[in-house]
């Protein structure tokens, strides 16, 4: 169920802004784009989610293109603590929907360097 | 207190035995998921439930079975183990959306 894809790697100097993309050229009008990051073999925890407006919670922003076809979690200022792999997920989120399974890929691993 | 726990958080077993893990939690979602993590994988779905009466396979139910003794605990069993099901196993729950709430893991090795 490979919606979406993501670079395997990425690093980022502390301090500054991580810009992690996703693309999803496939989306449909009803599905939600979803990010969740994991630290090194914790479990995973949820950071984000958009449907079409750019969304900014106290983790992260998210801003999604006009087409939907792809996005970016921007972390602004990134620690060492960021260091994870971060997973972009499509999916729909229908209320009682059979669909609110989650396919994790293999992700983006980012690495947060003093 | 963590929302959802996992029990045991290391197992060491032999093939064939059975093991039981065991996840709680006290978000009150009524869905719970069981997943397993393999080196340099993605997470897998075993099994889900979306209320106690409701217990459906995932991608890699086979050598799996589930229980959900209440709204709150959910648990995973190895009839048999066997040493390919080594994997970092977690439970996770949600509401109605897909934010999932994942436990800390329970780290299997089957010798």
Known sequence: ?114 | DADVTQTPRNRITKTGKRIMLECSQTKGHDRMYWYRQDPGLGLRLIYYSFDVKDINKGEISDGYSVSRQAQAKFSLSLESAIPNQTALYFCATSDYGLEQYFGPGTRLTVT
């Open chain 1, 1 to 114: 169920d490979a919606k979406t894809t993501q670079p395997p790697s990425m690093d980022c100097a502390e301090g500054r802004a991580a810009n992690l993309p996703c693309n999803h050229s496939t989306i449909s009008g009803n599905e939600y784009v979803y990010w969740y990051r994991q630290i090194h073999s914790q479990g995973p925890q949820y950071i984000i989610h958009g449907l079409k407006n750019n969304e900014t919670n106290e983790m992260a922003s998210l801003i999604i293109t006009e087409d939907r076809k792809s996005s970016t979690l921007i972390l602004p200022h990134a620690t060492l603590r960021d260091t994870a792999v971060y997973y972009c997920i499509v999916r729909a989120a229908d209320r009682g929907s059979t669909l609110g399974r989650l396919y994790f890929g293999r992700g983006t691993q980012l690495t947060v360097w003093p």
